[in-house]
């Protein structure tokens, strides 16, 4: 980072309601501390919560105790296989007599072709003596460091088999959750029942309540941390690569040392889980602190060097036979595509648990996947047709052949001739584009963006460009590219510490001190993770929420380069705080949230009647709601479905998904106790809902934040009638899935929470699309007036100034 920002460290207060004193820090190796009597008193005063937290919402995404432990269990076995195995593979296989060059006894091939001359497996594998005998000290070294390494694996196992079994008793004592019910539960409905039994047994002492933050603060403290460091662009690095360009190097192997070197290791700026240490909260310490951690960077680089060759030889034999089984049946799912972990951390909100990211990036998979498809190179199409043409006709041949007489294929090498044809097929066919596709870039990324909900601003009416590709490429990579990567990880992590990484470590002290704030009752977190609009949101995000604001107003001519540093970019804060009161209905926002969220869904009613009360019809076309509305009902008849209804007015449930509910709770329900709520939740009979572990936000909203439910009381609007031509009839009668008197339809219709994730997204882009618009429409006036007072600056220079680029007719 440029900026040195000299901020002091200081404690936030809870918000409302929330008293209690600051967690002090304890020394203690006990994880949680167990009370030998039953009941309330077990998990009282849990020291760690921050690991319980974490287990306790995997132990959930997961499926319990069994499905946990034996997918431990199995990548233990897995372990041994692969170097058993590899170790059979090179010193226990006769390859001369397996590819019949010898005869088993020792004696040269010849030309038998009785049955009874044919190899067995059993006479190609040397017997157990002479292969141990076959070993050499390497191989040794190999299987000494890998049982080592097993040992420590098998240890961790245990202690975690230990520690789950806590967890699934906390499950099904505490929570009253069985393990079958797992699946059958949001990750909202047991967030819910702990924060009622934090009021029962007071698992955190230092405060009586635990808000839904608070829980996310825990399970996600340092993920917040990396995905503000990568908005802030200080991780991962940037490299230049010849005849490819810039391009973003970030490997899991990469990701794991940068971890250990930043928040869990034995020498992280961390004290335990819950604490920076005192000294990075020291502006007097900084450059010490730098010094020592680009030592230790070092430190760790070295080591990846000295390990590089046992972590390689891994790399491959893990790929190999993890990925071989997979290329040989589908070739072509090298050409598909993955989320890159760069991607993964680029597109992540701040306070976003992972089921969240994975639900949001799967829904995005199709339209990205279509996206990247459009670039089609014509050369490499010509060329792949013709190498498609010669490769399948040579397959066909050797197939007829085969069909027609199968001794054909005890022919030499026709197998594996087959064999390499069909995977040549199915990797040239990847490079013949669908003739039945339609070019719609545009259309495609605004689909994209309403599911990951950031993309730079500059990609805007340029997603046609080649440049733009390229750039959505790093986010979006091959799977080959993928695997490429990990097998080089292994090399290139240690250049990369040592010359890359090692540079910055001034850098991260110092957003270390400047970013991180003290919850009481939660501990030191990144300040980017609390959400706060008035600190770290971006002008542009927020100037449009305020009524009756000119565009003088809108310059940020006040601030200095520590507000601007300050600043969360591509409006990460204003996106992840609609993306997390949308999650968590229930959360109590602090006043500067309340005010923008509120704030939204003001300006969105204000926008569906239209600009002016006389004329609404005149501003269609530039109406950030309308475009918003008719971005999102182009998603999918389901979301359409749920647009219309929110603008056609249905009455009653019939209009509206069964699960979603107008009306508060009743009274009776709010004076139950939580073990009364708990009790009838278990025993309320109801269809089985399967597969809700994964589910984002509650299945029940009684909210005033969903910004459909918000436009839902704006009925009968124009706007409305504009986008569906509802004029005269409902909804209904254009859009599949609503039925005034038949039952909604599941399938069609997506959830409520996902919907409103959508549109909000898209309506904050176009708000602050519009804003930046008029900020540069003012620029572009106060220049025009100043060039045409000045007879130094010609007019025709006016664009460079603006847009800050050199020329060299400047004087």
């Known amino acids: 980072m440029s900026t040195t920002l000299e901020t002091s460290y200081q404690p936030i207060q809870p918000f409302s309601g929330d008293l209690g004193e600051e967690e002090t820090p304890q020394d203690s190796g006990v994880v949680i501390h167990v009370v030998p009597e039953s009941g309330k008193a077990r998990w009282n005063h849990i020291e760690d919560l921050d690991s319980f937290f974490a287990r306790m919402y995997h132990y959930h995404q997961k499926h319990g105790f069994v499905c946990m432990m034996l997918q431990e269990i199995l990548e ?60 050499d000290g390497v191989t040794w070294i190999c299987i000494l460091v890998a049982f080592i390494f097993w040992v420590l694996r098998a240890i961790k196992v245990l202690y975690h088999l230990f520690q789950f079994w806590e967890i699934k008793s906390f499950f099904n004592t505490a929570l009253k959750i069985d393990d079958v019910d797992l699946d059958n539960l949001t ?28 829980i996310y603060h825990r399970i996600l403290r340092f993920k917040n941390y990396m995905v503000a460091m990568v908005n802030k662009s200080l991780l991962p690095v940037k490299v230049k690569v010849p005849y490819i360009g810039e391009t973003v190097f970030l490997t899991r192997g990469l990701k794991y040392n940068i971890e250990l070197l930043l928040f869990w290791g034995p020498w992280s700026p961390f004290e335990n889980n819950w604490h920076l240490r005192e000294d990075f909260k020291k502006v007097v310490k900084r450059k010490e602190l730098a010094r020592r951690l680009s030592k230790q960077i070092l430190w760790v680089g070295v080591a990846n060097l000295i390990l590089c060759p046992i972590i390689l030889l891994w790399q491959i034999l893990f790929s190999f036979f993890n990925y071989a089984e997979v290329i040989k049946r589908e070739p072509s799912s ?86 390499v044809l069909g995977v040549i097929v199915a990797i040239s066919r990847a490079f013949i584009p669908d003739e039945n596709m339609v070019w719609c870039p545009e259309s495609l990324m605004t689909a994209v963006l309403a599911h990951t909900h950031y993309l730079p601003d500059g990609w805007r009416g340029r997603a046609h460009t080649s440049t733009v590709r390229s750039q959505f490429s790093q986010l979006f990579q091959y799977k080959a590219v993928y695997l490429l990567e990990e097998l080089l990880s292994p090399l290139l992590t240690p250049f990369i510490l040592c010359f890359h990484i090692r540079k910055r470590a001034l850098d991260i002290v110092d957003f270390y001190r400047n970013f991180t704030v003290e919850v009481v009752g939660v501990g030191d977190v990144c300040s980017f993770a609390q ?65 923008f969220v509120e704030a939204l869904r003001r300006q969105a009613r204000r926008d569906v009647v239209g600009e002016g009360a006389a004329s609404p019809w005149l501003h269609l076309h530039t109406n950030p709601l309308y475009s918003s509305l008719h971005s999102v009902s182009s998603l999918g008849v389901g979301y359409g479905s749920l647009v219309a209804s929110a603008l056609g007015g249905l009455p009653g449930p019939s209009g509206w998904p069964p699960h979603v509910s107008f009306a508060p709770q009743s009274e009776s329900s709010d004076r139950m106790s939580p073990r009364q709520r708990n009790t009838s939740t278990s025993h309320t009979q109801g269809p089985v809902r399967k597969g809700l572990s994964r589910t984002e936000g509650p299945l029940q909203s009684s909210d005033g934040r969903s910004l459909l439910l918000s436009l839902h009381q704006v009925r009968g609007t124009p706007l409305a009638q504009s986008v569906y031509g509802l004029e005269g009839s ?41 804003q930046v618009c008029l900020a540069l429409s003012y620029a572009y006036t106060t220049l025009k007036d100043l060039c045409m007072l000045s007879e130094e600056i010609p007019f025709s220079l006016m664009p460079h100034l603006l847009l800050g680029e050199p020329s060299t007719g400047l004087p």
């Open 76 to 135: 233990l076995l897995q372990f041994i296989f692969i170097v058993v195995f590899t170790t059979f593979l090179m010193h226990c296989v006769d390859y001369q007599v397996l590819f019949r060059n010898e005869k088993p006894g020792g004696k040269k091939g010849g030309d038998d072709s009785g049955s009874g001359n044919k190899v067995s497996l059993a006479d190609a594998v040397i017997p157990a003596g002479e292969c141990l005998a076959n070993l």
């Open 187 to 214: 990750w909202h409905e047991v967030q819910k029942r702990v924060r009622e039994v934090q009021l029962e047994q007071q698992m955190c002492i230092h405060k009586q309540d635990l808000s839904e933050l608070d």
């Open 334 to 419: 090298l050409g598909s595509r993955c989320w890159s972990l760069y991607g993964r951390l680029y597109l992540r909100h701040f306070n976003e648990l992972d089921h969240e990211l994975n639900a949001r990036l799967n829904r995005a998979y199709r339209p990205a996947s279509k996206y990247m498809a459009i670039f089609t190179s014509p050369i490499m199409t010509v060329i792949a047709k013709n190498v498609t043409f010669f490769a399948g006709a040579q397959m066909a041949v050797l197939i007829l052949l085969s069909v027609y007489d199968e001794d054909v294929l005890t022919v030499e090498h026709v197998l594996t001739a087959i064999t």
């Open 531 to 595: 959400m706060d609009v008035r600190r770290h949101g971006q002008p542009t995000w927020q100037t449009p929420l305020l009524p009756q604001q000119t565009p003088a107003d809108n310059q940020p001519h006040s601030e200095g380069d520590d507000q601007l540093a300050a600043m969360a970019e591509n409006g990460k804060t204003e996106l992840s705080l609609v993306h997390f009161t949308l999650t968590n209905p229930e959360w109590r926002m602090p006043p500067g949230a309340e005010d």
């Open 730 to 770: 409902s909804p209904s009668a254009i859009i599949p899935g609503l039925s005034p008197q038949g039952p909604w339809i599941p399938e069609v219709v997506p959830e409520l929470t996902v919907a409103d994730m959508s549109l909000g997204t898209l309506y904050l882009h176009e708000l602050h699309h519009r």
